[in-house]
T-cell receptor, first 113, second 112 residues
Framework: DVKVTQSSRYLVKRTGEKVFLECVQD?????MFWYRQDPGLGLRLIYF???????EKGDIPEGYSVSREKKERFSLILESASTNQTSMYLC????????????FGSGTRLTVV | QKEVEQNSGPLSVPEGAIASLNCTYS??????FFWYRQYSGKSPELIMS????GDKEDGRFTAQLNKASQYVSLLIRDSQPSDSATYLC????????????FGTGTRLTVIP
C-alpha cells in the first residue's frame, strides 16, 4: 500500500513562528499536494507539485511556501504563523494522469496560539 | 473555477437501508470522478472511482455516473453504523498534475 507520512499529528506553535510541516511518500508518485481543511469550508488547495523542484500555487497560497527538493518529500512552510492558520493540514500524493485518485497522509492538526 | 456541489446533510438512514449520496459538477469535460470517505478526525480515504457513464459496483458500494447531466452518486447498500462518516466527491481537471476538485462533503449517520 502507498504510504504518505506526515511528520506530526498535532502541533502547537506561537504566533510569528516559522513552521515546517513535512510529508513523505514511499511509492514514487510524481504529484504531491498540500491542503487545509476547515469546518464548513472543505478541502482547500494550498500548493501542489508535479515534479522535483516544481511548485504551483493552489487556491490559498498566501502565507505559505513549499519545498520539494526530493521526489518523495514535500514540505509546507508557514513563514510567520498566525492564528487564522490554525487548521488541519493534509498532504496527498498521486501518480501522473487523471485516472488516479489521491492518497492522503494522516493529517497534522496545527494550533497557532 | 470548477464547482463540485454536494448536499452537506446530515443524512440519516436506519441500519440496513440504502444511503444515497449525490454530487453535481460544473465542468462538462471532467472525465474522472472519485468518492472519499472521511471519518471524524481522520484523513480522507479513497473508496470508489468511476470514469464511464453507468454504474460501478464494489461490494456494498455502487457509484453512478451521468455525464450528460453532470452528476455522480454513491449508493451504500445495507448501511452499517460503521459507514457513518463524511463522504467527499472529487472531480479531476484533466491536467497532468491531476488536480482534484472536492465538494464540501455529505455527512452520513447510520442509526442502529
Amino acid at each position: 500500500d502507498v504510504k504518505v507520512t506526515q511528520s506530526s499529528r498535532y502541533l502547537v506553535k506561537r504566533t510569528g513562528e516559522k513552521v515546517f510541516l513535512e510529508c513523505v511518500q514511499d511509492m514514487d508518485h510524481e504529484n504531491m499536494f498540500w491542503y487545509r481543511q476547515d469546518p464548513g469550508l472543505g478541502l482547500r488547495l494550498i500548493y501542489f507539485s508535479y515534479d522535483v523542484k516544481m511548485k504551483e500555487k493552489g487556491d490559498i497560497p498566501e502565507g505559505y511556501s513549499v519545498s520539494r527538493e526530493k521526489k518523495e518529500r514535500f514540505s509546507l512552510i508557514l513563514e510567520s504563523a498566525s492564528t487564522n492558520q490554525t487548521s488541519m493540514y493534509l498532504c496527498a500524493s498521486s501518480i501522473q494522469g487523471h485516472y488516479y485518485g489521491y492518497t492522503f497522509g494522516s493529517g497534522t492538526r496545527l494550533t497557532v496560539v | 473555477q470548477k464547482e463540485v456541489e454536494q448536499n452537506s446533510g446530515p443524512l440519516s438512514v436506519p441500519e440496513g437501508a440504502i444511503a444515497s449520496l449525490n454530487c453535481t459538477y460544473s465542468d462538462r469535460v471532467s472525465q474522472s470522478f472519485f468518492w472519499y470517505r472521511q471519518y471524524s478526525g481522520k484523513s480522507p480515504e479513497l473508496i470508489m472511482s468511476i470514469y464511464s457513464n453507468g454504474d460501478k459496483e464494489d461490494g456494498r458500494f455502487t457509484a453512478q455516473l451521468n455525464k450528460a447531466s453532470q452528476y455522480v452518486s454513491l449508493l451504500i447498500r445495507d448501511s452499517q453504523p460503521s459507514d457513518s462518516a463524511t463522504y467527499l466527491c472529487a472531480v479531476s481537471d484533466q491536467t497532468g498534475a491531476n488536480n482534484l476538485f472536492f465538494g464540501t462533503g455529505t455527512r452520513l449517520t447510520v442509526i442502529p
